[in-house]
Each structure stands twice: as C-alpha cells, then as structure tokens.
C-alpha cells in the first residue's frame, strides 16, 4: 500500500485519547484550583499551563499520525544518543526538585528528558529488531549492542535518581527483546547479573525502602508519614462511592491528598466520578491496549508490528501501575496517569507516540477507505455495485 492510498486511521484510539485528553482539563482544575488558588493567587493558572500542553499534545498527536512510520527508521539511533546527551546533561544543568535532579527547565518551560528517552529507546530497539532479523540471537551482534542502549539510558534515569521510571524503561525493553525473540538463555543471564544490583540500588535510599515498607504494612491500620499521601488516596476513592461527590467537589483536594493534580490525579477521578466513572475511565485504556494490540497483528511488516506493541504496552502499564498506586494495590511510585496528570512532557511525547500507532493504523486493512474505480463504457446494475472496493 502506498502513502497515498492509507486507509482509515484507527478511530477508536483516537476518541479514546483525545476524549482523555479533554477530560483532564476538568479534571486538573478541580485537582489544582486549591492549591493554584494559595500558591499563584489565581485558582486556574495550573489549568492554563495545563491547556496549553494539552494542545501541544494534540499538535504532537496529528503530527505522529501525519509522519509515515517507515521513515522514523533513519532517525531513531539519533534520537536515542540526544536523550542519553539530554540526561548527561540534566545532571548538570537540572533544576533539582524533591532531592531528585529531573528537568531541564527555561524560565517557565520545564522538559523531563527521561519520557523522551524512554520513547527513544523503545523506537530503536524496534528498529535493531526489525533489521537484524536472525541476527539477534548472536549474543556478540546482536544481543550485548542492543543491552548497552538500555543498560545506559535505564542507568541515567535511575541515577537522577528515579527509579521508578528507570525500572519501567529496563522492563519495557526486556519485553521487547523477548518478543523480538531473543535467545533465553541471554534474557536470563542478563536478568541473573542485574536483579541483584538493582535491588541493592532500590533499598539504598531510605525513602524507597520506607515506600517499600510503608506498602508491606499498609494493612496493619498504623498511619506513618510514609504512607499517608495513599491513605488519603483511599480515601478519596471511598468518598466517591459509587456515582461520586460531583465534579468539583472533591474534599481530597483540598490539601488533604498531596499531589491530587499529579500523580494521584486518578484518586480525584474517583471521589468526583465514583465508582462507576473510574470503571468508564479505565475501559478508554483497555480500548486503547486492544486496538492497539490489534494494530500490531495487522501490520503491514516488522517495524509497525514492533513499534505498535512498544507504544501500545507502554501507555497501558504505566496507567495500569498508576491506577494500582493509587489504589494501593502497589508501592508509591512517580509514574504519571497518561494523557490525565498535570505534566508537559508525558502529555506530548505520549500523544506523539500515540500519533505514530495511528500512522501504523492507516497502513494496516483494518479500516479500508473506499475508493472509486473509473468505469469505461456502457455497464450493468451488476457490475455498478463493484465500482467502490475496500
């Protein structure tokens, strides 16, 4: 299929992340108005930084969806040596917030190079996957080039520090390799030499390892500092009930539960919109992880199939590991809700990377575009009906 005989992009995603996208608007004042209203004298200044990168998000999408996905090829091992010269040099110059050093910031405009990185990464593993072939199970040509990649953008996350996100890139370009089917035996021993100096690096922070113990005897009813930003959270979710408070009239908010326009936006979904809205909440992101895996079966060759499944699985865990952190249901973590929380550079680089999987949509059979058929001479009402193919 030519670029100029796409069909139908992939609808159903599309609805699904501008539909989340537009959602959070409401749903990031409500979070924010309190705490905008103390800190910047105005309760809608975080709404209007947030409109703004909604819309940046948007431009990114339609851009993604625009760019032919074949043609990313050339540029991803580029791409992933600036984020890696991105995350050297944030240790540098980065603004440094809650004892982590993140952002690269510009009077107003902050940029978190690790989402960057992350998408960056996962791009030219499809890339290696897809080029190599059977090359990939040569563990000298194959396996060790592609682990260098992750092995130095995953230290450079974790050495911010954010472990977190660290952890996320480190396993998100496991799977790929295992799905670019990788030796084994090469995963195995991999995982063998690094699980051991990654849970020595997770306990040596004391407030990870309080995080880590704070969630362990979470059920034991003792409130520590430690835990109390997901005590709140609950909170909020039992406040909701089943139909929720009402938009805008969350109490969480309200200095209660820390970070309600951030991370643990998602708790404020479900004391305003209840049970119910956080069940019609989530099912947007199963649309999204079904149609997208969908995608990925149908592509048209290797690198759609494999960048599909890259986009499709990152944008669903990191939702499904968000909402389970709110929940309580996992360790805190500093993982936003896509599309959802306050926050620029998740928001674009996700809506991008969500415009790419669209651009793979159009290339697939899924959504024929119908397309007329000159006719010459004289036909019967038989014939007429075959003038449109899909």
């Known amino acids: 299929m030519s670029l100029g005989e796409r069909n139908h992009i992939d609808l159903v995603i599309l609805i699904a992340v501008l539909t989340l996208m537009l959602f959070s608007l409401g749903i990031v004042y409500s979070a924010s108005a309190s705490y905008a209203q103390m800190k910047y004298g105005e309760s809608e200044h975080m709404l209007t930084n947030h409109a703004i990168k909604v819309l940046l998000g948007i431009i990114g999408l339609f851009i993604g969806m625009r760019i032919d996905y074949h043609s990313l090829k050339r540029f991803t091992k580029a791409a992933v040596i600036v984020s890696v010269g991105f995350l050297l040099v944030t240790f540098v110059l980065g603004g440094e917030a809650k004892g982590a050093t993140r952002w690269l910031r510009y009077s107003s405009i902050g940029f978190q190079p690790s989402e960057f990185a992350k998408y960056a990464l996962l791009f ?36 911010q520090p954010n472990f977190s996100m660290g952890a996320l890139i480190f396993l998100l370009s496991m799977a790929m390799l295992y799905i670019g089917n990788v030796k084994l035996k090469h995963l195995a021993l991999t995982f063998a030499i690094l699980l051991p100096l990654i849970i020595v690096y997770m306990l040596s922070a004391k407030y990870r390892l309080q995080r880590i113990m704070g969630y362990i005897n ?17 909170i909020g979710f039992g406040n909701g009930g089943i139909f929720g408070v009402g938009p805008g009239e969350s109490k969480q908010r309200d200095f209660f539960l820390p970070e309600s326009f951030g991370d643990f936006v998602f708790s404020i979904v479900g004391e305003e919109y209840g049970f119910v809205g956080t069940i019609l909440f989530m ?39 968000n909402a389970g952190v709110t929940l309580s249901l996992l360790p805190t973590t500093g993982l936003p809700m896509p599309f959802v929380s306050y926050g620029g550079s998740s928001m674009v680089f996700s809506a991008c990377a969500v415009g790419v999987l669209l651009n793979i949509s159009s290339q697939t059979d899924l959504h024929p575009r119908a397309r007329e058929i000159p006719i010459v001479g004289s036909v019967n009402a038989d014939e007429l009906s075959t003038r449109k193919v899909y």
């Open 124 to 159: 030219h593993l499809c890339t290696l996957i897809s080029t190599k072939g059977e090359l990939i199970r040569d563990l000298k040509k194959g396996f060790i080039p592609m682990i260098v990649w992750i092995g130095l953008v995953t230290a450079l996350v974790m050495a």
């Open 218 to 234: 979470g059920g034991n009813g003792i409130q520590t500092k430690t835990d109390y930003q997901p005590w709140q959270s609950i």
């Open 283 to 321: 099912i947007l992101f199963l649309a999204i992880m079904l149609r997208g895996f969908k995608i990925a079966k149908f592509a048209p060759d290797p690198f759609g199939r494999y960048l599909a499944i890259a986009v499709t699985s990152a944008i669903t865990l990191y939702a499904l590991i």
